[in-house]
Antibody
């Protein structure tokens, strides 16, 4: 059974660096056809894609946020980590991790999602 | 960056009636490999989004056949042939040809 679970602080202060962890199970981060993205959603607003890490450890980032983001993985722990620097109240959002899976037919971005973790930025 | 624009932003539909959501991209989503990287998601209240459609018109596993997708290039449509109560939520289109971008979302409610 595929699951993803986000964890991290619920409250950070402005200018802090946020570190979130996505722990996956039911699949391996080493599998050639798998990757994991981070996606966020401010309260009552739309989804915003942030970053993705591929099975070969290649990373890609949102153009508007790439200076603040770092995505990495620890395959031995089945974890994908996102750091976001210089947090601001506008970064208050639910942060999701989600799997991208490909087979011989197609790729299925975000076929499985974590439940999300709400991060509030406030002094 | 590719911008995704959905219309309408909300719609209210009587059960059993059809519904249609439009999604337009600022650039073509047709890849040189012949595939078009347009996806649809549904986010029900209090839940994580769920994948409905991939590559414009293919239904993901378990998605009822009352859902259909169409379009090409930059113009796409999600249709629900007969809306049911369980279809309530916010629908998002997303492009996957260059990184990923979501539309603003369309809220579907039942009359």
């Amino acid at each position: 059974q595929v699951t993803l679970r986000e964890s991290g602080p619920v409250l950070v202060k402005p200018t802090d660096t946020l570190t979130l962890t996505c722990t996956v199970s039911g699949f391996s981060l080493n599998y050639a056809k798998v990757g994991v993205s981070w996606i966020r959603q401010p309260p009552g607003k739309a989804l915003e894609w942030l970053a993705h890490i591929f099975s070969n450890d290649e990373k890609v980032y949102s153009t508007s946020l790439e200076r603040r983001l770092t995505i990495s993985r620890d395959t031995s722990k089945s974890q994908v980590v996102l750091t976001m620097t210089n947090m601001d109240p506008v970064d208050t959002a639910t942060y999701f991790c989600a799997r991208l899976y490909c087979n011989h037919v197609a790729c299925y971005p975000f076929d499985y999602w974590g439940q999300g973790t709400l991060v509030t930025v406030s002094s | 960056d590719i911008v995704m624009t959905q219309t309408p932003l909300s719609l209210s539909v009587t059960p059993g009636q059809p519904a249609s959501i439009s999604c337009k991209s600022s650039q073509s989503l047709l890849h040189t490999n012949g595939k078009t990287f347009l996806y649809w998601y549904l986010q029900k209240a209090g839940q994580s989004p769920q994948l409905l459609m991939y590559e414009v018109s293919s239904r993901f596993s378990g998605v009822p056949d009352r859902f259909s997708g169409s379009g090409s290039g930059t113009d796409f449509t999600l249709k629900i042939s007969r809306v049911e109560a369980e279809d309530v939520g916010v629908y998002y289109c997303m492009q996957g040809i260059h990184l990923h971008t979501f539309g603003q979302g369309t809220k579907l409610e039942i009359k």
